[in-house]
């Protein structure tokens, strides 16, 4: 059976989520602002969950309409074959958002499509009263500019927890960006990567997955195991398929380096459930003495910033240290995440490439250093 399906993402990577989806084999691909809309089968909707990198979640789309009125609304959702996904004991709430509509009152959205659901699911059980005590489907909308798209959530929790973080230090980068971000900056098996900022050692645990080719869902599951909808074969062919397109005995090593105490330790549990704790070494460094001991480096890194940890003026000295130590050297490349504007000016030159991020609801520039 053939779905629509959708992919929501940060701001800034949607090309990366479609690239990604691309190779893993979805149809009809088209980016639009923090979402990513694919086609394809059961076997695309399990390796989209267990593959997918950047993207949040995967979301199957039920339908994308025009609404104006609460009755257009209630009507196109009734309309909808929900009994083909939902039994008559699961659990189905609602949830979304709107944005320049009509129908801008969300709570009010919310009761509206339940109450179609539920009709639609009385008409097809013949039953009155409906448990919810069986598997989630988190029923979720959007409505932009009056255009409303109703999707069904296959995930669960966000794909960004991969499993390996339960502890973080403060203000941590998001799995998705950190991955993102090794992507950007061209990552490969062969590459050492650095990260002298690394807090609990995000960046370094992604780029190791990243380089090694490790699907960052093959530990975890996802609600959709729960419906029937996929076969428990497909499952188990795709998680053997993560399996077999691990890159063994790569060269890819990462040096993390933090002035937090802490930090070391969490690195090592973290990468140690992620099962890349062969791959990283971490130490206990002031940034003012990075110095590299490798000949090439890729490096990578989400410093402490006045919106998250310190105040500007120590943010921006930061910059200067960077600027001083990480030096134009051939095999070298810099990436770093800012939302500071003054940030090259701190650090000294202007970056050969720059890309637009959102950390969280921080709009942030990804500054990338390899000339």
Same mark, same amino acid.
């Given at each position: 059976m053939n779905m629509l399906m959708v992919a929501p993402c940060l701001l800034g990577v949607e090309g990366l989520v479609a690239?990604?989806?691309?190779?893993?084999?979805?149809?009809?691909?088209?980016?639009?602002?923090?979402?990513? #809309?694919?086609?394809?089968?059961e076997t695309i909707l399990a390796r989209s969950n267990i593959w997918s990198r950047y993207a949040e979640r995967i979301q199957i789309v039920l339908d994308r309409f025009y609404a104006e009125s609460f009755e257009e609304l209630f009507q196109a959702v009734k309309s909808l074959p929900?009994?083909?996904?939902?039994?008559?004991?699961?659990?189905?709430?609602?949830?979304g958002f709107s944005l320049n509509s009509t129908l801008h009152s969300i709570p009010d959205c919310q009761k509206i499509i339940k109450k179609a659901v539920v009709e639609s699911l009385k008409e097809d059980?013949?039953?009155?009263? #409906?448990?919810?005590?069986?598997?989630?489907?988190?029923?979720?909308?959007?409505?932009?500019?009056?255009?409303? *798209?109703v999707m069904l959530d296959t995930s669960g929790a966000g794909l960004h927890k991969r499993g390996y973080r339960p502890v973080g230090n403060d203000a941590p980068i998001r799995?998705?960006?950190?991955?993102?971000?090794?992507?950007?900056?061209?990552l490969r098996h062969y590459h050492t990567l650095y990260d002298p900022c690394c807090g609990s050692g995000t960046i370094l645990i992604e780029g190791a997955m990243l380089a090694q080719n490790i699907a960052p869902g093959h530990n975890r599951n996802f609600d959709v195991d729960r419906w029937g909808l996929i076969p428990e074969s497909i499952w188990m062919s795709e998680r053997e398929r993560s399996r077999e397109l691990v890159k063994k005995d790569t060269d890819f090593i990462a040096f993390g380096s933090d002035i937090d105490p802490?930090?070391?330790?969490?690195?090592?549990?973290n990468a140690k459930r992620a099962g890349?704790?062969?791959?990283?070494?971490?130490s206990i460094a002031d940034i003012?003495?990075?110095?590299? *001991?490798?000949?090439? =480096?890729?490096l990578v890194t989400n410093p402490p910033y006045g919106e998250r940890m310190l105040d500007i003026k120590e943010a921006e000295a930061i910059y200067r240290i960077m600027g001083n130590k990480f030096v134009q050297k051939r095999g070298w490349s810099y990436g770093v995440i800012s939302p500071d504007e003054e940030f090259?000016?701190?650090? =000294?030159?202007?970056?050969?490439?720059?890309?637009?991020?959102?950390? =969280?609801?921080?709009?942030c520039q990804y500054y990338m250093y390899f000339k």
């Open positions: 690239e990604e989806l691309k190779m893993l084999g979805a149809e009809n691909v088209n980016a639009e602002n923090a979402r990513v #809309f694919f086609e394809g089968d929900w009994s083909e996904f939902i039994g008559s004991r699961d659990t189905f709430p609602v949830k059980y013949g039953i009155s009263w #409906f448990e919810e005590t069986g598997p989630v489907h988190q029923i979720q909308f959007s409505i932009m500019k009056n255009e409303v *798209t799995e998705t960006l950190a991955a993102a971000m090794c992507r950007l900056s061209q802490h930090s070391a330790e969490l690195v090592t549990v890349v704790s062969n791959k990283i070494r971490a003012k003495s990075f110095n590299p *001991t490798t000949e090439k =480096g890729t090259e000016k701190c650090f =000294g030159r202007r970056a050969d490439k720059r890309r637009k991020l959102y950390n =969280g609801m921080i709009k």
